[in-house]
């Protein structure tokens, strides 16, 4: 793992960052539309001073943190010390935020496009003119097709207000990747099944044995998370890992599964007929809180290990050894629930597997099991209810939508592309776009460039440039996650110290925004204002959104910063006390192994295992994961993450390669099923540590917008090859690893031996 951005060597480039050496020389880019940053000379600094408050965003986690200050420059970040989350520690991306902060190829302007989508030309505008656009262009769409001819695509803490807004002016077209390309499955399968979303709350520090399905801490990397996975095998869990590639989890198993890519759901239910046929599994937690054991037991019993071991490619021994080492220690098993669950287009079942086995082990509320906690109550910001018209079009993309009866919330963004293109059932033809990169998130990236082109009218906030940006008409940038108020982080820690604690943060800025950059509730309310909602704007600005999100748990941004940021009570240990019940939020109030509703809507009520496509002669599956200093795209650009992790290498099988005749550290790039080519190119890491079926590579790389000078053109877009979808019934999402690739190496293809 290239994990090597030791503190030494972030110290020496902080203090780099602090003389500005690098900025000093930065000249002007088409898409920043800047002249110099200005430069402090070295030895100007008087003293340092810490400012506490802040809250990371490099990934979705976020970490408490806090910034150390000189002359109102940020020279250095450090895990706040009052956090019981992830205490002093950040990871390499949390460290590198200052890069974020200070790069020169940053938004800095409004700007206007005034070349073409996707190949613009940028005008730097005023805030007047910008706004004015948007507002007339925006409504202009309203007026024209009423206000389900926007779409919003959105990601992150400062959309909430933005997306609030476009709730109240009735826009019903609204897309999140965080759960249609991520935790979607994950949460509407558990919910089913449970009642509840455990998302990553898994006791794994007081697991007596830990089992992972191609989860993989270590590369997935969310701080407090890992901790807790570290301890757990520090306090001697056993762990399996289940994953067709020798993962950074996978090098600290005890037994490390090397399954057939897509046969997950197989194992699961191969482990569930093992342990219902010797009754080994937890009876007493089955008979007083399960729904459908003999169904499930009948369903299964197909899954003999002989038949397991067959489709899955494993050793049967190997199937038995893990049932046994999971009853051995149930209930204290981690059986991990997964996050980023978009894999074959079948994963919905696959996950309501892992919360059937869940149920079995009773691996539920107690030590080392999935647990259900308590955080404190904090309030929203609304904007006025406003009730429009019921809109007959309307409820025709809402019919197309039932077809997913589990979908998450949100409009499922294929739906919404197609849509875009076909204007069916209505057209949409403005896009709000808020820091999300679709062009890298949502597979077949023509269909979402078509989408784009169709348009009348995108307006784009981010931070920085990205592929997504080169789409923007007007293009408005944001000041980042350092440098603004906006979210409410809060939580419980039970298994780090002697007694539970919860807390609450709130984001602060540590420095002011340089430039022109602004903040979403400014950017909204000035929107607001120009398309005649002056009077609804729920709060002035941005320190009164977050107090008002305060107040309902007693708290004010003043009251946070008197207490370094974060407040911290006595929390609740969320083990089941003697005598206590578990409660399971399903329509039967237990846990449904059989899911009524599931078969209400004509999907299998039962756990239920579909093959997934075989790779054609000569191409392997390519899968995708995480790189340990990346968050997906969003990094690409940083200077010191790129310097260590600066491509996503190939990972390639070493028969496979000798039979090729490709060695360790060539230079190659994919070409899919369809005949689709990488734009760009990698190095190939040969190792026996990944089956012959399959090829890995990073999710996040070969980014196309030249104005990123770092990240541009590095690595290989894995999304660029996912131009085949299969789209799940019960939720609308795609699966992305049913591409296949084979491998170019100076200009000439070359087939992959199965
Ligand atoms: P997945 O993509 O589900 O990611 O992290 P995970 O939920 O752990 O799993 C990747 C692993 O699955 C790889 O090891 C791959 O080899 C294995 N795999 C591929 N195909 C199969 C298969 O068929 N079966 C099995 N068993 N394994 C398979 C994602 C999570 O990471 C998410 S959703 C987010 S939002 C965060 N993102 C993120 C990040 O961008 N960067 C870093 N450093 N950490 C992150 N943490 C989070
Ligand atoms: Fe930031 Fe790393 Fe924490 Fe994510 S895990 S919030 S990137 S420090």
Same mark, same amino acid.
């Given at each position: ?11 020496? =480039? ?234 950074? *989890? ?57 038949? =397991? ?109 197609? =849509? ?43 931070? *920085? ?146 093959? =997934? ?89 070969? %980014? ?18 996912? %131009? ?31």
């Amino acid at each position: 793992m290239a994990m090597n951005l030791t503190r030494r060597n972030l110290l020496k =480039t902080a203090s780099l960052a602090a003389a500005s050496v690098p900025l000093s020389k930065v000249v002007a880019k088409a898409e920043t539309g800047i002249a110099k940053v200005p430069l402090i000379p070295p030895g100007s600094f008087k003293k340092t001073k810490t400012v506490t408050g802040g809250v990371c965003e490099m990934c979705f986690w976020r970490c408490q943190l806090v910034g150390k200050v000189r002359d109102n420059r940020l020279i250095k970040l450090e895990g706040n010390p009052k956090s019981i989350d992830n205490g002093l520690n950040l990871c390499a991306r949390g460290n590198s935020g200052i890069k974020l902060v200070y790069d020169p190829d940053r938004l800095k302007y409004p700007m206007k496009n005034i070349g073409k989508r996707g190949a613009p030309k940028w005008k730097k505008i005023s805030w007047e003119e910008a706004l004015d656009t948007c507002a007339a262009k925006l409504q202009a769409t309203i007026d024209k097709y009423g206000p389900k001819g926007i779409g919003v695509w959105y990601h992150g803490a400062s959309a909430h207000y933005p997306t609030a807004y476009f709730e109240y002016l009735g826009v019903p077209n609204m897309y999140e990747p965080a759960f249609y390309q991520c935790r979607g499955q994950t949460a509407m399968a558990m919910m089913q099944t449970l009642g509840f979303v455990p998302n990553e709350d898994v006791d794994m520090a007081n697991s007596k044995a830990m089992l992972l399905v191609g989860c993989h801490l270590g590369e997935n990397i969310h701080l407090s998370h890992v901790k807790n996975f570290l301890k757990g095998l520090e306090n001697g869990s056993k762990l399996v890992v289940v994953d067709p590639r020798f993962s950074a *989890s996978a090098a600290k198993a005890h037994i490390w599964v090397k399954i057939k890519p897509g046969t997950d759901t197989a194992f699961l239910l191969g482990l569930m007929n093992y342990m219902l046929g010797k009754g080994c599994y937890n009876k007493s937690f089955v008979d007083k809180h399960c729904l459908g054991l003999n169904k499930l037991k009948t369903h299964v019993a197909e899954w003999s290990i002989e038949k =397991t071991a067959k489709e899955c490619d494993i050793p049967g021994k190997q199937i038995v050894e893990v049932a046994e080492l999971l009853c051995e220690h149930a209930p204290h098993v981690a059986v991990h629930p997964g996050r980023h669950a978009a894999w074959y287009g079948n994963d919905f079942q696959r996950v309501r597997a892992n919360a059937c086995l869940t149920a079995l082990l009773g691996a539920i509320d107690c030590p080392g099991g999935i647990v259900q906690i308590k955080r404190m109550s904090t309030g929203h910001v609304h904007w006025p209810k406003v009730e429009h018209e019921e809109d007959p079009e309307d409820m025709a993309l809402a019919e197309m939508e039932e077809k997913y009866p589990f979908r998450p919330p949100g409009t499922p963004p294929e739906l919404m592309r197609e =849509t875009m293109v076909t204007g069916k059932p209505y057209p949409i033809k403005s896009m709000v776009i808020w820091g999300t990169n679709s062009i890298k998130t949502m597979p077949n990236q023509e269909e979402t460039m078509k989408a784009l082109a169709n348009m009348d009218f995108i307006m784009v906030t981010d931070v *920085s440039p990205t592929d997504i940006t080169m789409w923007a008409d007007i293009l408005l940038p944001e000041a980042c996650y350092l440098e603004r108020y906006d979210h409410i982080e809060k939580g419980t820690q039970w298994n780090q110290s002697d007694k539970p604690q919860q807390f609450v943060a709130a984001r602060m800025p540590l420095v002011e925004p340089m430039f022109e950059r602004k903040d979403s509730v400014w950017m909204i309310n000035e929107l607001a204002r120009r398309m005649g909602h002056e009077k609804d704007i729920p709060v002035k600005n941005q320190e009164e959104f977050v107090d008002h999100m305060l107040k309902e748990a007693d708290l004010s941004i003043a009251k946070l910063r008197k207490l370094d940021g974060i407040y911290i009570q006595e929390g609740e240990s969320p083990y089941l006390k003697k005598g206590d019940e578990p409660e399971f939020g399903t329509d039967s109030g237990k846990i449904e192994l059989y899911s009524e509703a599931m078969d209400d809507e004509d999907f299998p009520p039962l756990p239920t295992y579909t093959r =997934t496509e075989e790779p054609p002669k000569g191409y392997a599956r390519m899968i995708y994961g995480r790189s340990p200093v990346h968050t997906f795209n969003r990094t690409a650009n940083n200077a010191w993450l790129s310097r260590e992790v600066p491509e996503n290498p190939l990972w390639l099988n070493d028969e496979s390669a000798k039979k090729m005749g490709i060695k360790d550290g060539d230079r190659v790039s994919l070409e899919n099923q369809a005949g689709k080519r990488s734009a760009g190119s990698t190095v190939v890491k040969v190792t026996p540590g990944i089956r012959k079926d399959c090829v890995f590579i990073a999710h996040g790389f070969g %980014t196309f917008n030249p104005a990123m000078t770092v990240g541009y053109n590095k690595g290989i877009d894995d999304n660029s090859l996912n %131009t085949k979808i299969n789209r799940e019934g019960e939720t609308g999402i795609s699966g992305m690893r049913i591409n296949f690739v084979r491998i170019i190496k100076n200009g000439k293809t070359i087939n992959i031996p199965g």
